[in-house]
C-alpha cells in the first residue's frame, strides 16, 4: 500500500472535525472523495499534509509514519498536496510559477527541464502563455498552472483539493483526462477531494466523507450506478 491513514482524528483547536477517518491508496490509482460542504474534506487534506496535527491514528506512506514530520518534510518525502484556492502568485510569469516546484528536486537540471517541456506538451495553453504574468490566465488556465506546479515537483503521492472548482463542464473534462494522461504515463497516483461526481468517472475507487466519519466507500463504476451513493451524497445536495 503507498498511503494510509488509519481512524484519523484531528481539528481545529478545540473543535473536532474528523472522528476516525481511514482511507487507503495503492501505487498508481486515482483514489476520490467525495462529501457535502463541510464534511471534512479540506481538513483531512490538511492533516495529511501536516498542515494541522494529527491528534489520533496513524498516517503512513510507503510504510513510514508520516506523524512525526513537518509540512516540508512529508514533501521531500513525496506527498504533494494542491490546496483548496489555487496558490498562484499573479505577478509572477507562468514559467517563475513553475520554478517554484522546482526547489524539492534532488535530480539535475537536464532531467528537470524534460519534465517541464513534457508537461507544456500536455498542456498548450500555458505553452504558448509561458512569459506572459500568471494574472493574465483565465480562472481555468491558472487551475492548470497549479497542477502542471504541483506535477513539476514529481510527488509520489498528489492531493488535490476541488480541481473542478468554478470551471465550466468542458474544462472540468480536461483537467480529469489530464490527470487520467499523467497517472498512466508518468505513474503518479491522485487522490481527488471533490463534490463533483464527474470524477467517478476517472477515479478507481471512491470515497465518501460525511460529517468527519467514513461513510460508503468502493469501486468508483459500482458507486456511479448505486443507489447508496444517491442517499449519501447525491441526495443531499
Ligand atoms: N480554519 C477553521 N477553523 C475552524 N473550523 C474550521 C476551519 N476550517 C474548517 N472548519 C470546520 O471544519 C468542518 C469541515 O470543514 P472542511 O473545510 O474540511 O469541509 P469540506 O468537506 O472541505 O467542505 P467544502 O466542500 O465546503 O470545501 C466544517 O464544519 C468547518 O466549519
Ligand atoms: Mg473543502
Known sequence: MLFEADSVVSGYGALEVLHGVSLSI???????VLGANGAGKTTFLRTVSG????????????????????TERRAMAGLGHLPEGRGIFQNLTVRENLDIGLGLRKDGSGEIRRDRDRLLDLLPALSEKIGDAASSLSGGQQQMLALARAMITRPKLLMIDELSFGLAPNLVEDLFELVTELRDEGG????????????LDISDRTYVLKTGNNDISGSSAELKDSQDLVRSYLGNE
Open 51 to 70: 498542515v494541522l496535527d494529527t491528534w489520533e491514528g496513524k498516517i503512513t506512506l510507503e510504510g513510514a509514519d508520516l506523524g512525526p514530520l513537518t
Open 188 to 199: 503518479t497516483t491522485f487522490l481527488l477531494v471533490e463534490q463533483n461526481a464527474g470524477v
Open 26 to 32: 495503492e501505487e498508481g490509482e486515482i483514489v476520490s
